[in-house]
């Protein structure tokens, strides 16, 4: 099985009501594991952990004992208009919680042996039609800075020798949430269409690859440092939607134009129109298998319900 772990292994994620975490800790659950969900809430069972990213507070008790940790939480990029709060609050939910955990991981007199603390391709900018892999530049902007800050603040497990790992997530393709989940209401009733030009280059990934990919980077000792989460095969957005438009057999045939989603989204627009081919090159070296590396086959496998 991909990303299969060792034994019954004792795991804290943070982020696990969101769309990746959950996932994941289904998928922990099934083989066995043992999981600790990060809440900032009064824990109501013994599985669960009491943190205050935004406070810097972390229950360490609940931790003791943990062999490795997946650290996702954060808040909604794209999910409403950016205002000057909300950026503050996308910031602060990721660098703060970050700094806050990895220095609660480094006082364990027993630290874990991984974490696994969330990244973003966001963090290389738009760098337009070039590939770019792990060795690329980061980028300018809002969404890098955060990125930048949001890794950098991993500092104190690195410090105490804990192998941290930065998967750099791209665009998560999954009907039960998302940018596709958006999407898909759409093209089914035949109202999808490309976004602004189409040729930006939207770097995808199956929530099933996800998942995964950050098992694998718990289990792959030599992995360290920034790892791209990205199929191998970058599709246009003019690809995209072509290919939902064959899996969904719907026309595709109303574009948006770009100073209309700009006067809709406001400064998310960027994210939509922004062009980014990010590829895996450090996961394909580590040996980690697609199970959709292209984008007809991620969509299709993305958009089916599962039975």
Known sequence: ????????????????????????????????????????????????????????????????????????????????????????????????????????????DTPPAVLVSGSATGIYGYPGDRPVDEDAPEGDGFLARVCQE???????????????????????LAREGGALARLLPLFRLGLGGRLGSGEQYWSFITLADEIAALRHLLVTEELSGPVNLTAPEPATNREMTAALSRVLRRPALLPVPAPALRLALGEVAGEVLGSQRVLPRRLLDSGFTFAHPRIEDALRAAATPRR
């Open 150 to 172: 949001w890794e950098a603040a991993a500092g104190p497990a690195v410090e105490a020798g804990i192998r941290t790992v930065h998967p750099r997530t791209g665009i998560v």
């Open 1 to 108: 099985m991909r990303g299969s772990l060792p034994g019954s292994l004792r795991i804290a994620v943070s982020g696990s009501s969101g769309l990746i975490g959950a996932a994941l800790v289904r998928s922990l659950l099934a083989d066995g594991h043992q999981v600790r969900r990060l809440v900032r809430r009064a824990p109501r069972t013994a599985e669960e952990v009491r943190w205050d990213p935004i406070r810097q507070r972390v229950d360490t008790a609940g931790l003791v004992g943990c062999q490795a940790v997946v650290h996702l939480a954060g808040a909604g990029i794209a999910d409403r208009r950016w205002t000057a709060a909300r950026k503050q609050e996308i910031r602060d939910s990721r660098v703060l919680g970050t700094a806050a955990l990895a220095e609660a991981l480094a006082s364990l």
